[in-house]
């Protein structure tokens, strides 16, 4: 029987996942887990590139919350490794090998390094190269394919850029990853401003950006009821607005149906009835993925014990791929010198 192709793909503990998670990537994951040999990570050294996290007490309770959302969601160990990224000590140190081969005009052309570095005022060099780490954290397992976020397409681009690299300076080692973006809606935008993706950092600045996975209700409807649209108040198929095409994704993704239904149902209708099916839908997705959250919360040694299994299944599928590489690159330890007699080296 063939092998089973690999999927690998991560999420950062900066805060509680949102919709844009969920639908983008997190859904997509649990979807694959059965047919895939599936590798899901809690990015914690990505994490801390993200000023606001570099807290520690805020980071250990925020790797438990990421790893109580994912299996709410419906990640299952008995399927999927789920582990959290500082646990295997190989994504470091495969991203600083990556790093001597990875040209710095690469890094600073991606788009993310651009974005943050504008806005803050002080830059570490772990923002740099964080898509170095990211192409570690993929490489190392070998990865077939990568479900993720439209966001993402740039770094997945980047990570076989470098081991293409690698491979014209070391050889093969590799393999190169596929990305996978749900389709219709691998990225979900602001609720509070249809330009700018959903995510967790802009949503601890601005109110009425995210709808976060463990939201109460009345937040969800509130944060719905005055997400942006456009001067217009009805729906009109042909001339949707980002803001009301975000809703109907959304409506769209929740519901499993096509474009062209929800369009069909809400064409001439208002906004304001657009909005209120949304947030249903929302509220009713969640309802038991949050009844399960509260009951893994409440069990943190029992999360522990998953994420510590997921680390000791990582470490020898990243160690072998680590050693491959040294070895390519000449960091194993030389053999013996023919002839060579140990109690002469004694
Ligand atoms: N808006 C989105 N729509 C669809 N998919 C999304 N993803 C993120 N935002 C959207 C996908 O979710 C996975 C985890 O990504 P992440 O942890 O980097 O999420 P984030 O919300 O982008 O996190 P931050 O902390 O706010 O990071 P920055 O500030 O860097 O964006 C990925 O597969 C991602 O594509």
Redesign the pocket.
Known sequence: MAARRRIF???????V??????????SLWVAMQAEYEAVFCI?DL??L??PD?VNPAHLRTAVRDTAAILLASGVDPAHAILFVQSRVPAHAELAWLLGTVTPVGWLERMI?FK??SAEGDSVGAGLLAYPVLQAADILLYRTDV???????RQHIELTRDIARRFHGLFGEVFTLPEALY?SG??????LDDPGT????????HRARH?IGLVDSPDSIRDVIMHAVTDGGREVRADDLSPGVANLVTIYQLLTSRSRGEVLAEFEGKGYAMLKASVAEAVISTLDPIQQRYRELSAEPEALDAILDSGAERARPLAGATLERVKRAMGLDAPPPPPGARLSAIA
């Open positions: 793909s991560g999420v950062q503990p900066t805060g996942p949102h919709l844009g998670n969920y639908l983008g990537a997190i990015a990505h994490a590139t993200t996290t993310q974005t943050r990568v479900p993720v976020g439209e966001d993402q749900r809606g691998a990225r979900i935008m602001g993706k959903m995510s967790k950092s802009a949503g601890r995210a």
